[in-house]
T-cell receptor, first 111, second 114 residues
Framework: GNSVTQMEGPVTLSEEAFLTINCTYT??????LFWYVQYPGEGLQLLLK?????DKGSNKGFEATYRKETTSFHLEKGSVQVSDSAVYFC??????????FGAGTRLTVKP | DSGVTQTPKHLITATGQRVTLRCSPR?????VYWYQQSLDQGLQFLIQ???????AKGNILERFSAQQFPDLHSELNLSSLELGDSALYFC?????????????FGEGSRLTVL
C-alpha cells in the first residue's frame, strides 16, 4: 500500500513568513495526492489536491506540486497568517481504500 | 458543515466499560472510515466500510469493532476500555471507492476514559 513521510513539527512562524511543509510518499503506482487541514476543535477538511505528475494544487494561498521524480508533494505558502494555525496532513490515494495520513504537522503562526 | 454527523461529541466513562460511537455519513456516500486521533500518535486509520461491507482494516484493536448498517450509518464499538483509549475518534465518508476522491470528516467524538 501507499505510505507517506511528513515533516515533523511543530512549526512556529511569524505572520507573513514563508511556509514549507515537506511530504514524500511511496506508492506502487501513481496516486492522487492530498493535503488536508485540521483547524482547532474541528475535523479534517480538504485543502488541495493534485491528480497527476506536475499538477499544481492550490487553495487559500497554499500550493503544492506533484513531483513524480522525487515522489514529493511539499506544501508552500508565501505569507502565512495567524488564521493558518492548524495541523496539516499529507495523504496519497489511488482508490480511496485504506486511506492513511501522514503524522501531521502542527503550524503555529504568531502575530 | 461537512454533512457528516457524529454522536456523542463528548463521552466520559470508566476503565472496563463499553461505548458505542455513531456516525451518519453525507447523504449518498457509501464509504465510511473510522480514525483515532491521540496526542502522541497522530491520526490512525482504524477501519473502512463500503455499502455495508468491510473494505479495509487498519490498526484496530480486537477490543474494537465496527459495522455499517443498511441505512449507511456506522457504529464503532469500543469495549474493555483502557486509559490509553482516550482519544478523538473521527468518522469520514466519501462517495466513491476505486478512485481517489475527497473524504469528508465529522467533528469527532472525544472519549475520555478515567
Amino acid at each position: 500500500g501507499n505510505s507517506v513521510t511528513q515533516m515533523e513539527g511543530p512549526v512556529t512562524l511569524s505572520e507573513e513568513a514563508f511556509l514549507t511543509i515537506n511530504c514524500t510518499y511511496t506508492a506502487t503506482g501513481y496516486p492522487s495526492l492530498f493535503w488536508y487541514v485540521q483547524y482547532p476543535g474541528e475535523g479534517l477538511q480538504l485543502l488541495l489536491k493534485a491528480t497527476k505528475a506536475d499538477d499544481k494544487g492550490s487553495n487559500k494561498g497554499f500550493e503544492a506540486t506533484y513531483r513524480k521524480e522525487t515522489t514529493s508533494f511539499h506544501l508552500e505558502k508565501g505569507s502565512v497568517q495567524v488564521s493558518d494555525s492548524a495541523v496539516y496532513f499529507c495523504a496519497p490515494s489511488d482508490n480511496n481504500n485504506d486511506m492513511r495520513f501522514g503524522a501531521g504537522t502542527r503550524l503555529t503562526v504568531k502575530p | 458543515d461537512s454533512g457528516v454527523t457524529q454522536t456523542p461529541k463528548h463521552l466520559i466513562t470508566a476503565t472496563g466499560q463499553r461505548v458505542t460511537l455513531r456516525c451518519s455519513p453525507r447523504s449518498g456516500d457509501l464509504s465510511v472510515y473510522w480514525y483515532q486521533q491521540s496526542l502522541d500518535q497522530g491520526l490512525q486509520f482504524l477501519i473502512q466500510y463500503y455499502n455495508g461491507e468491510e473494505r479495509a482494516k487498519g490498526n484496530i484493536l480486537e477490543r474494537f469493532s465496527a459495522q455499517q448498517f443498511p441505512d449507511l450509518h456506522s457504529e464503532l464499538n469500543l469495549s474493555s476500555l483502557e486509559l490509553g483509549d482516550s482519544a478523538l475518534y473521527f468518522c469520514a465518508s466519501s462517495d466513491r471507492t476505486g478512485a481517489a476522491g475527497e473524504l469528508f470528516f465529522g467533528e469527532g467524538s472525544r472519549l475520555t476514559v478515567l
